[in-house]
């Protein structure tokens, strides 16, 4: 996972900024984006995953939009994990879910998806 470029996407400040520090703590994080408006959280993801493709993307639910930033990921190649306060919404979605606050898990799946 060394050197891998990671996107952050969540409309949650407070969730994001663990997120951010404890990817930053280990390198990984090249990118985020953090709006507490998840269209705007959204649009920001999808033109990130489209200039210049990540590694992977770590997305919050975001009430609706998410599966647009799911399938841009998916029309470049990008990994996605999911880490909501939802599970059951994308249960079916195709890409690794992690239940918040579960950090420990999302690190696993996010090493998971990286080295696939």
Do not use: N
């Not at 507490?36 to 770590?58: H, N, Q, S």
């Amino acid at each position: 996972m060394s050197g891998d470029r990671v996107l952050v996407i969540d409309d949650s400040p407070a969730i994001f900024r663990g997120l951010r520090l404890t990817l930053q703590s280990l390198g990984r994080i090249e990118r985020a984006t953090v709006s507490e408006d998840a269209y705007a959280a959204c649009l920001d993801g999808i033109l990130a995953v489209t200039d210049r493709p990540p590694d992977a993307v770590v997305l919050d639910g975001l009430d609706g939009y998410s599966r647009e930033v799911l399938r841009v990921c998916a029309d470049q190649g990008v990994p996605v994990v999911m880490f909501t306060g939802e599970p059951e919404r994308y249960a079916r979605s195709g890409v690794p879910v992690v239940a918040k606050p579960d950090v420990g898990g999302l690190l696993r799946a996010l090493r998971s998806v990286l080295e696939a």
